[in-house]
């Protein structure tokens, strides 16, 4: 299974950015997709995770700002970031919980990471 995230950039504080996240490979079924942030010096945090049954969920940090969207159909996760923040900058990485075909399991896979900076 393949992650491949794209999107970031640099934008003025204030402004808006859209992170894409497609999934590829010997998928069955994904049980979740989202998105998770690392700034320099910190821990991989997670920022928004979408799931078929349960729904969505937000760090309290970008709630309001930050809208995670899913395309089950195409196996896309999508992260539409407004009102960016200069603490907003990170290497984004998107996260799939899939379950594969040929060994039937489950795990999780991560993409290769995006960068967003945000300019004060």
């Known amino acids: 299974v393949q992650l491949q995230a794209s999107g970031g950039g640099l934008v003025q504080a204030g402004g808006s950015l859209r992170l894409a996240c497609a999934a590829s490979g010997s998928i069955f079924r994904i049980n979740g997709m989202g998105w998770y942030r690392q700034a320099p010096g910190k821990q991989r945090e997670l920022v928004a995770w979408?799931?078929?049954?349960?729904?969505?969920s937000y760090a309290d940090s970008v709630k309001g700002r930050f809208t995670i969207s899913r395309d089950n159909a195409k196996n896309m996760v999508y992260l539409q970031m407004n009102s960016l923040k200069a603490e907003d900058t990170a290497v984004y990485y998107c996260?799939?919980?899939?379950?594969?075909?040929?060994?039937?399991?489950?795990?999780?896979?991560w993409g290769q990471g995006t960068l967003v900076t945000v300019s004060s």
């Open positions: 979408s799931t078929s049954d349960v729904g969505t």
């Open positions: 996260n799939a919980d899939v379950i594969v075909t040929i060994t039937w399991s489950s795990g999780a896979y």
